[in-house]
């Protein structure tokens, strides 16, 4: 079992920044991809960002390429997803989750966290 804990979530203005880390806890962390993936009201939940276990591959939603960083630190257990340029179109519920083996941009991640809120107003 893996424990994901999400944190940094908030409201923020079109076009600022903010940080959202994720904490895990249990099995070996660096063992797992971890992502980043997001729900809108109404809408069904998608990727964002994934990074490989050992950091050196990473895989960006295109709606979020080139505004988004994906990045862990193993030593810490933790997995961060650093959001610039934001937008109003970025607002959801943003989970964290892990998965054995390669990253997939899909919602077939085998452990979830609880969600952290970003909202971003026009």
């Known amino acids: 079992q893996v424990q994901l804990v999400e944190s940094g979530g908030g409201l923020v203005q079109a076009g600022g920044s903010l940080k959202l880390s994720c904490a895990a806890s249990g099995r070996t962390f660096s063992a797992f991809a971890m992502a980043w993936l997001r729900q809108a009201p109404g809408k069904e939940r998608e990727f964002v960002a994934g990074?490989?276990?050992?950091?050196?591959?990473?895989s960006y939603a295109d709606s979020v390429k080139g505004r988004f960083t994906i990045s862990r630190d193993n030593a810490k257990n933790t997995v961060y997803l650093q959001m610039n340029s934001l937008k109003p179109d970025d607002t959801a519920v943003y989970y964290c989750?892990?998965?054995?083996?390669?990253?997939?941009?899909?919602?077939?991640?085998?452990?979830w966290g609880q969600g952290t809120q970003v909202t971003v107003s026009s």
């Open positions: 989750a892990a998965r054995s083996g390669v990253v997939v941009t899909n919602t077939n991640w085998s452990y």
């Open positions: 990074i490989s276990w050992s950091g050196g591959s990473t």
